[in-house]
C-alpha cells in the first residue's frame, strides 16, 4: 500500500468506493504507520512500561607518579605541550593511564571482578527487565555484555579517567565501582612495584658483590697476619732496614776504630785483636741479616720478608679497590632507590564511586527520537527506492 | 490481493531497474574506455598508479611509523578514491546521459547506480591487489579483511548520497561542478588519509571526528593494522550521514528529474 506524497491511493482507481473517505479512518493501514509509527510506540511502550530503570555511578581518577605531582600538572604540561608542538602534540596520556583503561575493558578485570562479586547475578536481578537483562556466564559474552554496561573513557587533556557503571541496582554499581577501583589500585601497584624492583635489582646486586670483595679481603689480610705471624710486614721491613742500617754503621765504626789503631799499635796487640773480633762477628750478622730478609737459601726459608712484604702489600691493594667499590656501589645504590621513589605510580581517586539515587538510564526520550527519526529517513529511502523500482515496470 | 498486486509489481519493476542498470554498466564502460579490450585495464590502473604513486611519495619523505608508510598511504588513498571517483563524475553524469533519459525504463538514480558500482568493483579489484602485493613483498596480512571490506562499502555509499546531491545541485545551479571539484579536493587534507585521529592534539581531535570519512579511514586502518593503535570510529555517526544524504539525494534526483522533463 503505497502513496503518493499527496495522500492519493497508489492502487488503480478501480476501487468501487467513490465515498472519499477522511484521511484517519485508514491511517492505521498506511505503510508509514506500519513502518514508522507503530515500531515507535512499541519503544515507547517498552521504554515507559516495562524497561527496569538502571543506575549509573560514576568514579574518576588519575594514575601518577611522585615525579609528576597529580593530574592538574599533567593536564598543564599536556597543553604545554600540544601548544608548543603546534600540531603534533597529542597523546600526552601516560602509558600507564593507557594501561589502566585498557585492563578495565579487560577479560582480566572482568574475571577479577567476578570472583569477587557474581556479576552474572548481578546483571540478572529479578528487576530487570528481559531486553537489556544478561543472557549469558560464558567469560567472553560476559565481557561483551560488561563493556556495555561499564564504560572507561580517559580525557588526554588532564589525563583524568573517568569510569561509569550501569546495573540495575544502585548499591550493585557502587559496589562493582568499588571493586574496579580496587582492582585497577591492584594493577597499578603491581607495575609500580615492578618497575621499583627492576630498577633497584642491578644496584643490589652490584653491592652484593661489593661486600663480598670487601670480607674476602679482609679474610684474606687476617689470614696472612695469623700465618705469618706479623701485624705489618711493612713495619717489619722498615724494623729490619733499620736494624742493618744499624749493624753497618757500628761495622764502619768498629772498621774506622780498627784502621786508627793500625797506626800506633802493634798487629798483635789484644785490643786489636777484640776489635778484629767484634768486625768479624758485625759482618757475619749482617750476611745472616741479608740471608734472613732477602735471599732464597736451600731449605726455602730464604727471603722470607721479601715474600711476606710483596704478598702484604698484594693484600692492602686489594683492601683498597674493595673499599672504593663499595663505596661506589652505595652511592649508585643511593641514587637507584631515589629514582624508584620518583618513579612510584599512585591511583589517586577524584571522585569516590556515588550511591546514584535517580536512574540515568534508560535514556527514554532519546532513544524514542532517535528510534523514530531513524526508521522515519529509512522509510524515506524505501519510499523513494521502491517508486523508482515501479517506474521501470509501468 | 490488492497488496500483492502493488507487490507483483514492484518485484517485476526491481528486476527491469537491475537489468538496466547492467545495461548502463556496460555502456558507461564503453563510453569511458572506448571499445577496445585493453580499454578497461584502465579501470583498475587509474587508482593503483595513483596510491601506488602517493605511498612511494610518502615512504620516501616520512620517517619511520609504527607501520610503513607505503601501506598506510597508498591502501588508504584507494578508499579517498572511492570518494573521489564517485562525487567528481558525478556532476557530469546527468548531461552525459541526458539522452537517454528518453528512454521511459531509465530513471536518473540508474545512471549513478551504474556508474557506482564500477568505481566500487574497480577499487575493491585494487584493494585486493595491492594487499596481495603487500603480503607477497613484506608477508603483511591485513588484521581484519571484513572491517576494511566495511569501511570500503559505507565509503561507496556516503559518496553515492553526497554525489545524488552534488548531481542535483549541478542540474539546478550552473558552476555547481567547480565547486564540488574544489571541495573535494580542499577535503584531501581533513578527509583523515594522511593521519590517525591518535595523532592529533586534543582540541583536533574532537573536530577531525566530525567528519564522516575520518570515521571510514580510523576503520580501515583498524582492519588494515588494528593491534598497533588506538582507533576512533562511531559507525552510527557515519550510518545517519548516509541515511540523511540518501533520503535528501533520492528527493533532489526526483526533483531534478521533472525539472529536465520540462525542458
Not at chain 1, 476501487?15 to 515507547?44: G, H, K, M, N, T
Not at chain 2, 531534478?256 to 522533463?261: H, P, V
Request: charge should be neutral.
Amino acid at each position: 500500500m503505497l502513496s503518493e506524497p499527496s495522500g492519493r491511493p497508489l492502487s488503480l482507481p478501480e476501487d468501487p468506493e467513490p465515498v472519499p473517505r477522511p484521511w484517519y479512518a485508514r491511517f492505521w493501514q498506511r505503510p508509514f504507520f506500519l513502518l514508522v509509527i507503530l515500531p515507535s510506540l512499541i519503544a515507547s511502550f517498552y521504554f515507559y512500561a516495562i524497561a527496569a530503570p538502571q543506575y549509573v555511578s560514576e568514579a574518576r581518577f588519575v594514575v601518577s607518579s611522585r615525579g609528576s605531582d597529580g593530574g592538574a600538572q599533567a593536564a598543564m604540561r599536556g597543553m604545554a605541550a600540544a601548544s608548543a608542538f603546534g600540531g603534533l602534540g597529542g597523546g600526552m596520556a601516560s602509558s600507564e593511564t593507557n594501561s589502566v583503561r585498557d585492563f578495565l575493558t579487560s577479560l582480566d578485570a572482568v574475571m577479577d571482578a567476578h570472583g569477587k562479586l557474581d556479576l552474572v547475578s548481578l546483571w540478572q536481578r529479578p528487576e530487570a527487565d528481559l531486553l537489556a537483562q544478561l543472557w549469558y556466564s560464558e567469560p567472553e559474552l560476559l565481557t561483551q555484555f560488561y563493556n556495555k554496561m561499564v564504560t572507561v573513557s580517559l580525557d588526554p587533556a588532564t589525563n583524568v579517567t573517568t569510569l561509569r557503571i550501569r546495573s540495575f541496582r544502585p548499591e550493585d554499581s557502587k559496589a562493582l565501582a568499588e571493586t574496579l577501583l580496587a582492582s585497577a589500585e591492584a594493577l597499578v601497584n603491581r607495575l609500580s612495584e615492578r618497575s621499583r624492583n627492576e630498577t633497584l635489582r642491578v644496584a643490589r646486586q652490584e653491592m652484593e658483590l661489593a661486600e663480598q670483595r670487601v670480607q674476602e679481603s679482609r679474610a684474606a689480610l687476617m689470614r696472612f697476619r695469623e700465618q705469618e705471624r706479623e701485624l705489618d710486614s711493612a713495619g717489619a721491613v722498615q724494623a729490619a732496614v733499620t736494624l742493618r742500617g744499624q749493624l753497618e754503621t757500628a761495622l764502619a765504626q768498629a772498621r774506622a776504630e780498627l784502621t786508627e789503631r793500625l797506626k800506633f799499635m802493634r798487629p798483635d796487640n789484644l785490643a786489636l785483636q777484640a776489635t778484629r773480633n767484634r768486625i768479624e762477628a758485625l759482618e757475619r750478622q749482617i750476611a745472616a741479616e741479608r740471608t734472613r730478609h732477602t735471599e732464597t737459601s736451600a731449605g726455602g726459608e730464604g727471603a722470607v720478608l721479601a715474600r711476606q712484604l710483596a704478598a702484604y702489600e698484594r693484600l692492602m691493594l686489594e683492601r683498597e679497590f674493595a673499599d672504593k667499590q663499595f663505596a661506589s656501589a652505595t652511592a649508585s645504590l643511593e641514587t637507584a632507590r631515589l629514582e624508584a621513589q620518583r618513579q612510584q605510580l599512585f591511583l589517586s581517586r577524584i571522585v569516590e564511586p556515588n550511591l546514584p539515587v535517580y536512574p540515568l538510564y534508560p535514556r527514554k526520550l532519546v532513544s524514542i527520537a532517535s528510534i523514530f527519526v531513524g526508521l522515519a529517513i529509512a522509510y524515506g529511502i524505501g519510499w523513494l527506492l521502491i517508486v523508482g523500482m515501479r517506474e521501470h515496470a509501468a | 490481493m490488492n497488496a500483492q498486486g502493488e507487490l507483483a509489481l514492484v518485484v517485476r519493476g526491481a528486476r527491469m531497474q537491475l537489468r538496466v542498470i547492467g545495461a548502463l554498466i556496460i555502456r558507461e564502460m564503453h563510453t569511458r574506455f572506448g571499445r577496445h579490450y585493453m580499454g578497461y585495464i584502465w579501470l583498475y590502473f587509474e587508482p593503483l598508479l595513483l596510491g601506488v604513486c602517493i605511498g612511494l611519495i610518502h615512504a620516501w619523505r616520512d620517517r619511520p611509523m609504527t607501520f610503513g608508510p607505503f601501506e598506510f598511504h597508498a591502501v588508504g588513498y584507494i578508499l579517498f578514491f572511492v570518494f573521489r571517483g564517485i562525487l567528481n563524475r558525478a556532476t557530469m553524469a546527468i548531461n552525459m546521459n541526458r539522452p537517454l533519459l528518453y528512454h521511459r525504463s531509465v530513471t536518473l538514480p540508474d545512471v549513478f547506480f551504474a556508474r557506482h558500482v564500477i568505481e566500487f568493483l574497480s577499487c575493491t579489484g585494487v584493494m585486493l591487489a595491492l594487499l596481495f602485493g603487500l603480503f607477497a613483498v613484506n608477508g603483511n596480512l591485513p588484521e581484519s579483511p571484513i572491517k576494511m571490506a566495511l569501511a570500503m562499502i559505507m565509503m561507496a555509499l556516503f559518496s553515492q548520497g553526497l554525489a545524488f546531491l552534488a548531481a542535483a545541485l549541478a542540474a539546478a545551479v550552473e558552476g555547481a561542478e567547480r565547486l564540488v571539484h574544489a571541495l573535494t579536493y580542499l577535503l584531501l587534507p581533513a578527509s583523515g588519509l594522511f593521519f590517525l585521529v591518535e595523532w592529533l592534539p586534543e582540541w583536533l581531535e574532537e573536530m577531525a571526528l566530525w567528519i564522516p570519512t575520518v570515521h571510514l579511514f580510523e576503520l580501515l586502518r583498524d582492519g588494515q593494522f588494528g593491534s598497533r593503535f588506538h582507533a576512533q570510529y562511531d559507525l552510527a555517526y557515519v550510518w545517519g550521514w548516509i541515511m540523511i544524504t540518501h533520503l535528501l539525494g533520492l528527493a533532489a534526483l526526483r526533483i531534478t528529474r521533472a525539472r529536465i522533463g520540462l525542458e
